[in-house]
């Protein structure tokens, strides 16, 4: 996360040209190079034609600087039904034995990774010897130990990794952060993040440690832990947790049921968290300040996020996450523009370095230092 000093420089050099959030596009607007004239288009094949995948391909319909051109599948149903509805040619549509050869299709710039957690790794490396960019999914790996490499691997190739932080888009989420930045809120005291639905079918790769890599906190955790981060501005110092397991027939060993965490920070501020698959209803941050607060509840859902602070509610538009993310990201890739809010893969190693040592501390129930 960068500090509050280097958020105030981008805003202060994108005001130069447009008012700060004078509309969300204003926000998202790439900067375009000569090397990328306006109107270039980010070319994105997705990996793993799933659930979420599906979310993200409805929403680049309405995108304005990306396209889907590629698909990658195990299954050939959905390469012939996702290639017929949203018109990829069959010589761009590709299985996980023969994507390497995406290297030599020049209708591809980047792959989205949408695959269970666990096949992050080797997956976005392939994509980068390829030499192409890659977009994962959040959690982008495993722990913090594979995403450095991942990050190490895309160094390498001379290509961008990027996570799909869709919040770090979201206009009512910036707006918090830009309140904060400018001192609005006084002094941060104190956070508070929520996440946790019941979770249905025990079967499912979320529940699969071999896969997920974690239960709760692997899949909806990693919201309140990046959301403490952007929303205080700053890298935890240390944390504790806790954590409660009622079922152990759906919540098998290392797939974690529900984690209690809490974070400090150089300020002293502190950050109190539930990440839970039994518990429905949580999906809220609170943001406390010496001078205001703000609130968020729904959070982090798809949409509409409402809010309010102690100057009233957020007015902001809902635009669906996907459809911002997506050509914010082309803005990134194309044009080199710089988000308030960092989404690069070193953005992912942060998150897994805090997860681990969560992990660690529910495990030994001492508290974990963090360098982060």
């Avoid at 009512?172 to 952060?177: F, G, N």
């Avoid at 809010?307 to 050509?327: A, V």
Wanted: proline content about 5%.
């Amino acid at each position: 996360m960068n500090s509050r000093r280097d958020f105030l420089q981008k805003l202060t050099a994108s005001a130069i040209a447009i008012p700060f959030l004078s509309s969300v596009r204003a926000w998202n607007e790439p900067i375009h190079s000569a090397d990328n004239p306006q109107g270039s288009v980010l070319r994105v094949a997705l990996m793993g034609l799933g659930g979420y995948a599906s979310i993200v391909a409805e929403a680049m319909q309405k995108c304005k600087r990306a396209k889907i051109t590629g698909l990658i599948s195990g299954t050939p149903a959905k390469l012939n039904e996702w290639g017929t509805k949203y018109n990829v040619p069959e010589k761009n549509r590709y299985n996980y034995e023969t994507f390497d050869d995406i290297k030599n299709n020049p209708d591809i710039d980047v792959v989205y990774v949408t695959t269970p957690n666990a096949l992050h790794h080797d997956q976005v490396i392939r994509v980068a010897r390829a030499g192409k960019h890659a977009i994962s999914e959040k959690p982008m790996a495993l722990n913090a130990k594979d995403a450095q490499e991942m990050v190490d691997a895309c160094s390498e190739a001379g290509v961008k990794l990027l996570v799909g932080y869709r919040m770090h888009f979201e206009p009512k989420t910036l707006e918090v952060i830009r309140m904060r930045s400018e001192g609005e809120f006084g002094k941060i005291m104190f956070f508070q993040g929520q996440s946790g639905f019941r979770i249905g079918d025990p079967n499912q790769w979320r529940l699969n440690k071999a896969l997920a890599g974690g239960g709760s906190l692997m899949d909806i955790g990693i919201y309140a832990i990046n959301g403490a981060r952007y929303m205080i501005g700053e890298e935890p110092i240390w944390v504790t947790a806790q954590e409660t397991k009622t079922d152990t027939v759906k919540f098998k060993e290392g797939v974690d049921e529900t984690i209690q965490f809490q974070m400090g920070f150089p300020s002293g501020a502190v950050a109190s968290c539930l990440s839970t698959y039994n518990m429905n209803y949580l999906d809220r941050f609170y943001l406390n300040g010496e001078k205001g607060f703000a609130e968020l509840q729904p959070s982090t859902g798809y949409g509409p996020i409402k809010g309010r602070t102690n100057k009233g509610e957020l007015t902001q538009p809902h635009i669906t996450h996907q459809t911002l993310q997506m050509d914010a990201m082309a803005g990134i890739i194309l044009d080199g523009h710089a988000p308030a809010v960092p989404v690069d893969g070193a953005e992912g190693v942060k998150d897994l370095k805090i997860i681990d040592a969560i992990y660690a501390a529910c495990a030994s129930g001492k508290r974990q230092e963090l360098n982060i």
